[in-house]
């Protein structure tokens, strides 16, 4: 996802967080390890992907999460993200991270028809491993975004949006992700990463976002402690 993709090149470049990137030896791309932030004096949380929606408390409590000690989340964060890559290649599904979270980029064109919130039957093998990981891994909270290009009315827009967020987050929790730690939200038109001026811009704007925030034991503790 493009602005992603600045973003972790921006943050890579700033000094207190340099050890924390890492590179990919078959691409050459930049990403962002949390184990190896976190060894250089800890991660900057939320910098590119941002808060929960309805924020940690009521959710972890509600969803049931035991939480994952403090210590091996980076690690955990990291392999789910090398399954999701190696589960999702070929797709068009893309997978980035700010550390703290993971955000997995569906885009419209393999997932949706244009102005439709019904997901293409060919799509639905790669949702299925996408849900098995998500299911491999129960200590996160999951948030499901949609998107739209500024292509026809602001009100259509942010409907369509809304269907295509809760389209995916149903299939998932038809594949047993416990629905208790999903929650959607639709943004319409507002959060383009590309131009919408050209065919090719609008195409990226047109996306579903999975973000997975991984639940800490610590997280846990504080969320019983505020009931």
């Known amino acids: 996802m493009k602005s992603h993709k600045f973003a972790i090149a921006a943050v890579c470049g700033m000094s207190l967080v340099t050890a924390g990137c890492i590179t990919d030896p078959n691409t050459g791309e930049k990403t962002y390890s949390r184990t190896a932030v976190l060894g250089a004096g800890g991660a900057l949380a939320g910098y590119l992907l941002g808060g929960l929606i ?5 959710r972890i409590v509600g969803a049931g999460i035991g939480g994952v000690a403090g210590g091996v989340v980076g690690n955990r964060i990291d392999q789910q993200i090398k399954e999701l890559k190696e589960k999702t ?3 068009g599904v893309d997978v980035t991270s700010d550390g703290e979270s993971i955000l997995v980029n569906l885009p419209d ?13 060919s799509f639905r093998a790669t949702l299925d491993e996408v849900a098995a990981t998500l299911v491999d891994y129960p200590n996160s909270l999951i948030d499901v975004y949609g998107h739209t ?9 942010q409907a369509l949006s809304e269907r295509r967020a809760k389209a995916v987050a149903d ?25 919408n ?20 034991e610590e ?3 504080e969320a019983k402690a505020q009931q």
Request: no cysteine; charged share 25%.
């Open 54 to 58: 309805g924020g940690k408390t009521a």
């Open 197 to 216: 001026g050209t065919e090719a811009g609008r195409a990226q704007n047109r996306r579903v976002e999975i973000k997975i925030i991984p639940i800490t």
């Open 171 to 195: 299939y998932l929790i038809a594949r047993n992700v416990d629905r208790r730690r999903i929650m959607t939200q639709g943004f319409g038109e507002t959060q383009p990463i590309a131009d």
């Open 89 to 91: 290649a070929g797709s």
């Open 219 to 221: 997280d846990v503790a």
């Open 109 to 121: 064109t393999v997932t949706f028809d244009v102005g439709s919130s019904t997901l293409k039957p």
């Open 149 to 157: 290009d500024s292509t026809g009315s602001d009100a259509f827009n």
